[in-house]
């Protein structure tokens, strides 16, 4: 659009005018009006120097009850100004990790364009800073300090997390980073990132919150450790881990399993899982979810290989099925309930696989299952089907019959069958789990036993 008015935002780089680039000093020179986000840079003095008038939003700081009215104040103003000089030139410390900059962009109107120049950032200059201690910082990941809670910790590349201004942060940082790493890692601590010739120290992680100086400049950069020096992995950890065992050269059993071999193990880990939970046991549950974890990824592992599915398809089905099928959570859907939230639930399969016959969705539930919770998810999934209910008080009738005519001198395999399937359908009704309810029996009967001994 020919009538939009150009807002340049510059980048000063770390607090420093020495670090300011020529393609950024040339922009502030040539507008013809200059605004600081702030005058509390070294850059600021420097232009002074030069003979560049600027102005600064510093005024907003006082008059802003919190940092997101200062940014959307800062956005309006600069918008403002442009309109009133026919464009001008905003500059900050880094334009991508500025919040002003970002809340400009997300707003910006129609007569407005962006333009910006980038320089030196701080995570830049932290880098240099640990290339005499021989640190490899290719793929440098940089994490702002006030970040961290948001973010996930990663090792599978080096990353510099900046603006430790303060012990508290820095304790803050130090926790995060303790989620993977040990202790006695060593870290680099930079305490005056924002100067040319900034110098790092190497230090233990368990340090890091107990240094005598911070502030806005200080960062740490903490280098790349493979999964295999470390005792903490994530999920990309382990995967590499499983694709290294079934890689040439790795482990013979491994390489050798198929989705067909591996099947028996993935129900004997589910189940196993399931004990654990039913021993109420935190880390035993941990170590069995680990094995099914396990299966999980070697499985993803052979889809691979076979050109059919990876892990990300496995991840991205089951993060699409949970969006989709809590419609009341991402959608627009109301469910204030955990008996709403079945329903949602189910009309949300119900869009995924089409209308289906009560023969097509009691096929769909696997045969591998236990009996009694095969037998109660077919009733129920018949009763949707049909739309039908059964109350307790019919479901009880029956059960009574069944179990009746089970216990009959003359009764058999039949018989017995068709009591459990009757109790499977009063477990149904009564909003009951039939499996855990037999467990919690053979549970009890164990102990009784073991009391008697």
Known sequence: MSNQHMI??????????????????????????????????????????????????????????????????????????????????????????????????????????????GGVSLASCAACAVIPFGVNTENLRTVTALSVSEMRVQADCPQVITEIDSRYIASDVKLWLSDLFEDEMTVYFIENAAEPAAQ????????????????????????????????????????????RLRAPGGCPWDRAQTFHTLRQYMIEEACEAA??????????????????LLQVVLNSCIGAEHREFTDRDVTSMAARKMITRHEHVFGRAQADSAQAVVSVWENAKKKERGEQTALERVLDVPASLPALMRGQKIIRRELQAKGRTCTPESAKKDAFAAVQAAAQASSGEKELGLALESLCALAHAMDLDAEIALRSAITKRIDRIRDEA
Do not use: N, W
């Open 8 to 117: 340049t935002i510059a980048a000063l780089g770390p607090d420093s005018g020495e670090m300011l680039t020529l393609g950024a000093l040339e922009a502030m020179k040539s507008a013809q009006t200059l605004i600081l986000r702030t005058e509390r840079h070294g850059a600021a003095e420097m232009l002074r120097a030069q003979g560049v008038a600027f102005k600064t939003l510093d005024a907003l700081y006082d008059l802003c009850e919190d940092f997101d009215e200062l940014c959307g104040q800062a956005a309006a103003a600069l918008c403002a100004k442009a309109r009133e000089t026919g464009g001008l030139c905003y500059a900050v410390s880094e334009p991508g990790s500025d919040a002003t900059v970002r809340a400009l962009a997300s707003s910006c109107p129609e007569d407005i364009a962006l333009r910006v120049v």
């Open 200 to 243: 790092a120290r190497p230090i233990l992680l368990c340090d890091l919150d107990r240094q005598a100086h911070y502030d806005h400049r200080t960062a740490v950069l903490v280098p790349r450790v493979s999964v295999y020096e470390r005792s903490r992995a994530t999920y990309e950890d382990f995967v590499e881990v499983i694709s």
């Open 275 to 292: 004990e654990a939970m039913d021993r109420d046991d935190p880390m035993k549950i941990a170590d069995e979810l680990g094995d099914v």
